[in-house]
């Protein structure tokens, strides 16, 4: 009376029909709508000075302040290029990897501050090391390094450095924030 055919079938069907949805979920795509863009763009790495000197207020808001507004404003220039950043005190770190994702380096500008370094100081010199290095790795010789900076006291060989970074592909240019008259260091 009882043949289990039906069951058996509905329990198949059943089978089939989560199989072809999982499926339909897992959204399966082939490479008919992939497109490979290149760019030419340059490598720009920015250094910014987080020494306890950037600081001081004698420019609105503060050294590190004006830093920051000058780095989004190279980034509006740069739209096609990769970008990433680097902070120095008496130690530089790499804080964003060369990347062309600038909004994402745009939040990490905005939360930076000196307490991300751990040494104070200001070793011109290391942070130009860093990112000579790091761009050298890229194989690319059209390199850039922008270096933010009070100017305040450096340590280190900085003439040899900066030759060498120039004889390794990289052209580096220095934008001063703060002004003469300088200011008291909180």
Known sequence: NDHPLPRWLALGFL?????????ALARPQGDAGVKTEKTEGRNVMIALD??????????????????????YEILEVLKNDRVSLVGFAGTPYLFAPLTIDHGALKETVEQIDEQWVTMGGSDISAAIKLATATLKETGQKNNLLILISDGEKHDGDLDAIVAEAESAGVKIFTIGVGTEDGGFVP
Request: hydrophobic residues 55%; glycine residues 6%.
């Open 15 to 23: 089978l089939a029909a989560m199989a072809i949805f999982i499926f």
């Open 50 to 71: 987080l020494s306890r000197s950037m600081r001081v207020t004698d420019v609105s808001p503060d050294r590190l302040g004006q830093g920051k507004i000058l780095i």
